[in-house]
């Protein structure tokens, strides 16, 4: 067995060591009726590398990678090309195989590299300060409506209609069984939501999405100044970071906490996860805040040097007191980012975010022009919505057997309501050629 | 100082004698100081180079475009050379042992890395039409068979992103079944003294409050003392097996027997699950549900504190509430997602899409590649480990408890009595002679604790340097150099950190306006 140092001669000299027999004498606390007297039946032996990768990669050969056929895929996950630079320094061992950096003095590359995590995050968000990261988009929204409710002590949430609908379940989940209450907003793929009008004294926050998981771009301030005369946290999802390099940040339009994905910088589609949460607040908000953060501070000879910090708030100290149970972060993929993030810099990003909107537009144009074909949206980022006249998931399906992947049915996201909307993302990886083969092939379904 | 021709030292004491210089540029060799990426900004400077825009009439709406971000500007080579600078920094798995009792620091095989990037897995997206991903789904059927086969579990979700995600969804399946019966007065969750902070964050999280069980002289759950507790008002226990302090809870069946006749359910914290996996089904100690840490048994990368993936396994009784999304196979072999709970006992979703997959695709990779007997060799391998190291430092370190111990020993601090050296220095000390320290001060039930977790990917050899080490400072903390230890560790980039003055004055991000003041001030 290639992983396992111990040879029989090792086993033996130890177990003479400590005056044992056999190793079945350190098993003897288990109950007899339920030692396993042999390997687990029902599972087959080891297996040499060859085996496992021919096996494996036969499995991965009965899916179809996004990247090999035209993709527009996205509704809260998006294929970027991630430079090679990335993956490469992600797999230094170093990185890969540290441990959480509890002991600062010999985990001062992760510690540097959380610090700098969190000033990107803040930068990009517009925000006062983040924290290191969360498992993803959807747990961040949900731990940011529970701050709200912490921070205002009142238990009443707002869902927007334009909210992606995993991260208004992942919310929903913890409101039912941590008990507060939520208000869902009816899904509203073409106009707006009256969102105010939902507020009342009980109420700790309202959560919007920009651009909404239809695409739709929306300016906020007017609501963020309407919440903060009642006491009401404005919470602002952005599932599509890269839309940052463009669209004016929620920390501008008054956000009070803002929930994102950072998938979109340096992590891969993997069908779904690891992802990376980003979380930041206003200053003021810092000490309600959950997970972990990292500060600056010096060493003994007066050097810089950074460390977790402000862990009272966390679950290994305060146990039942913590601000929440959440205990790691989603420490390599926000490394991903962050690497992704410092290679394009100001320009590059900046860039980015105009040639994916310029992507989309071009599509929006293409896909207008075929027959039966509505746009929905006035405004968007790299993302929007399309008016069918069949049923999108069959569409989807139809061109799935042309090697197309076309986009999102809203019907999978809202539980088979909206059935003719289909959500279509482009961003910097799709082709002009891609394009036409796309509005071709979807003129042909629908004729 | 004696010198050869080529200037190095003839006599290796008077190397050694040589104190450190300092240089010019504040490096030392091979550890190079690296600014923060801000402070390398040169305006205009870019790391990629990007496709030509099309031209086209924005169509962002009434928004008007962003005018600035604040990113700095980099090429590649400076990019490149910031983060292996700043890796050079940590210490590693893959340069050395990493003894933190109940984390199960283990090698990383990077067949799963290889794995996880197959463009079949990696580059797939969450919601591709089901046709195009069976493969996909396949897997996470696998990995799903591997995780009930091994535990005799009934159902799994590998829907948690982490291992406190999994015991919160393992709390909410037990308040699902509770309240499916209308039994609504249940309002404590029993924990052990010893258990992880995670336990009764989650407890508390989710409602109910946490009654502390007491151990015994011999470090296990007070049966007596949580009989006493059990009753109509309990909803669960939650439970570690093999316990915090490295022990297996030898009356594991008697208590499963007593919460259930409470009518309460038993959760188990799987974090300690490879002390004795392929050796021990949890389902036959009389568990309902189990979270299972892929980042620490099935050696999924800890990445510096995550992504982790912590999967749930369900006996019979909680099964029906497994939450969405889960795969199904179809009598034609091909596999569906069930992804809306509807009007069933299932409880909704707990996170975006299906869980972690590129963790998932680690997870049964590392499994197949030791199969039922590898895995078996490993519980054996990892618990022998450990009781090499507790018989090796018993006699100069103090044990918490009597006895062989599973996968990881415990020790507390009354060898230290009277030093002036603590747990806290001891560690410190260790990190000078090329070691991570153990587990310091947990669990809490008893005084200074160090929690060593050797795991099976250690070799002999290995162990005996991190001994003789050990037993080392054991010595010279007893000899009375406690300046020694309190000024560890001296070899590091940065040496002991000051804390207080973290928390007190957050300085949480870079600011461009410290820059300035800094320039100021010098």
């Known amino acids: 067995m290639r992983y396992l140092p111990l040879t029989e001669a090792d086993r033996r000299s130890m177990l003479a060591a400590i005056r044992a027999s056999t190793v079945d004498d350190l098993f003897r606390d288990v109950p007899k009726a339920a030692r396993l007297s042999g390997p687990i039946e029902g599972l087959p032996n080891h297996m040499g590398e060859l085996e496992v990768e021919r096996s494996l990669s036969a499995m991965a050969g009965r899916n179809l990678p996004a990247g090999s056929v035209p993709s527009f895929l996205g509704a809260g996950s998006y294929r970027h090309h991630i430079p090679a630079t990335v993956d490469h320094l992600v797999q230094r061992g170093e990185f890969l195989t540290a441990y959480t950096p509890y002991q600062p003095e010999v985990s001062q590359g992760t510690l540097q590299v959380l610090f700098e995590f969190q000033t990107q995050v803040s930068l990009l968000t517009g925000m006062d300060v983040a924290n290191a990261s969360m498992y993803d988009g959807a747990t961040a929204c949900a731990e940011a409506v529970m701050m709200a409710n912490r921070v205002t002590r009142r238990k009443k949430a707002i869902l927007s209609g334009g909210l992606h609908p995993h991260y208004r379940d992942t919310t929903t989940t913890d409101a039912r069984f941590i008990g507060f209450e939520t208000v869902v907003m009816p899904a509203a793929p073409t106009g707006g939501e009256d969102l105010l009008s939902q507020v009342d004294g009980d109420t700790s926050c309202v959560v919007v999405q920009n651009p909404d998981v239809f695409g739709h771009v929306r300016d906020y301030t007017e609501l963020g100044k309407a919440c903060q005369a009642k006491g009401v946290l404005l919470i602002v999802v952005v599932t599509e970071a890269v839309s940052l390099g463009l669209l004016t940040p929620p920390g501008e339009m008054g956000a009070d906490i803002v929930a994102a994905e950072g998938q979109s910088l340096g992590n891969a589609l993997n069908f779904g996860g690891p992802y990376v949460g980003l979380f930041a607040v206003k200053e003021k908000l810092v000490r309600q805040m959950p997970g972990r953060l990292c500060g600056q501070t010096v060493d003994a000879d007066g050097r810089r040097g950074f460390v977790l910090t402000l862990s009272t708030r966390e679950q290994h100290i305060r146990r039942e007191k913590a601000t929440s149970n959440i205990c790691t972060n989603a420490g390599l993929c926000a490394l991903a980012f962050s690497i992704h993030l410092s290679l394009l810099g100001e320009e590059g990003f900046t860039q980015l975010a105009r040639l994916n909107h310029a992507k989309a537009v071009q599509l929006a144009d293409k896909l207008g022009a075929v027959k039966g074909v509505e746009i929905v949206n006035d405004s968007f980022f790299n993302e929007f919505t399309v008016k069918l006249p069949k049923p999108a998931a069959e569409v989807v399906e139809r061109l799935a057997e042309r090697r197309i992947l076309a986009g999102v049915p809203a019907s999978r996201l809202f539980a088979g309501e909206l059935e003719d909307l289909l959500i279509v993302a482009a961003t910097e990886t799709n082709t002009e050629s891609d394009m036409d083969a796309f509005a071709k092939a979807l003129a042909e379904v629908l004729s | ?522």
């Open chain 2, 1 to 522: 100082m004696s010198m050869n021709n080529q200037g190095r030292p003839t006599d290796i004491r008077s190397a050694s004698n040589s104190a450190v210089p300092d240089t010019v540029t504040g490096n030392r060799g091979l550890q190079i100081e690296e600014p923060l990426i801000f402070e390398q900004d040169a305006s205009g400077r870019c790391g990629v180079d990007l496709p030509e825009m099309p031209a086209v009439a924005s169509r962002l709406g009434a928004v008007k475009p962003r005018a600035k971000v604040g990113l700095p500007g980099l090429a590649e080579p400076q990019v490149v050379r910031h983060y292996t600078r700043l890796s050079q920094k940590n210490y590693a798995i893959d340069s050395g042992l990493y003894p933190l009792g109940s984390c199960t620091m283990k090698h990383n095989p990077r067949l799963n890395e290889k794995m996880a990037r197959l463009p079949g897995f990696s580059d797939v997206h969450p919601l591709q039409p089901e046709s195009t991903v069976q493969g996909a789904l396949e897997l996470m059927a696998e990995l799903g068979r591997w995780l009930t086969t091994l535990t005799g579990m009934a159902a799994v979700t590998l829907a948690p992103a982490a291992g406190a995600h999994g015991e919160m969804c393992g709390i909410m399946a037990i308040r699902s079944a509770h309240e499916a019966k209308g039994d609504t007065g249940r309002t404590k969750i029993l924990v052990p003294e010893s258990a992880h902070g995670t336990n009764p964050a989650t407890a508390a999280a989710c409602g109910y409050s946490v009654e502390a069980i007491p151990a015994t002289e011999d470090g296990r759950v007070d049966l007596e003392a949580l009989k006493a507790k059990l009753g109509p008002d309990v909803a669960g226990l939650m439970l570690t097996n093999p316990n915090t302090c490295g022990l297996f809870e030898r009356d594991i069946i008697t208590i499963a027997e007593a919460v259930h006749a409470a009518g309460a359910y038993f959760y188990c914290d799987g974090a300690n699950f490879n002390a004795i996996v392929g050796r021990v089904r949890p389902a036959d100690l009389g568990i309902d549900v189990m979270h299972i840490n892929l980042h620490k048994t099935f050696s999924t990368p800890h990445g510096g504190g995550g992504p982790g993936s912590g999967p749930v396994v369900f006996a019979e009784s909680l099964a029906p509430f497994v939450p969405v999304p889960y795969v199904v196979q179809e009598k034609d072999g091909s596999f569906r997602l069930v992804e809306q709970a509807g009007d069933g006992p299932a409880f909704g979703r707990m996170k975006a899409f299906h869980g972690q997959m590129g963790m998932f695709v680690r997870a049964l990779s590392y499994m197949m590649s030791h199969g039922a007997d590898g895995l078996r060799q490993v519980a054996n391998d990892a618990v022998l480990n450990a009781n090499y190291v507790l018989a090796s430092l018993k006699d100069v370190m103090t044990p918490s408890f009597d006895g062989p111990c599973m996968h990881e020993c415990l020790f507390d601090d009354r060898f230290l009595k009277g030093t002036g050296v603590t747990t806290l220095d001891i560690a410190k000390a260790l990190i000078d002679e090329g070691f991570h320290p153990m587990t310091m001060y947990f669990p809490l039930v008893v005084h200074g604790a160090l929690l060593i977790e050797p795991t099976e990917t250690e070799s002999k050899a290995g162990l005996d340097q991190f001994v003789t080490a050990l037993r080392a400072l054991a010595e010279r903390a007893k000899s009375g150099d406690a300046e020694y230890f309190q000024a560890a560790p001296r070899l590091t980039p940065r040496r002991r950190l000051d804390e207080t003055a973290a928390a007190r004055k957050p300085v949480l991000r870079w600011t461009p306006e410290a820059a300035v003041e800094k320039v100021a001030a010098e």
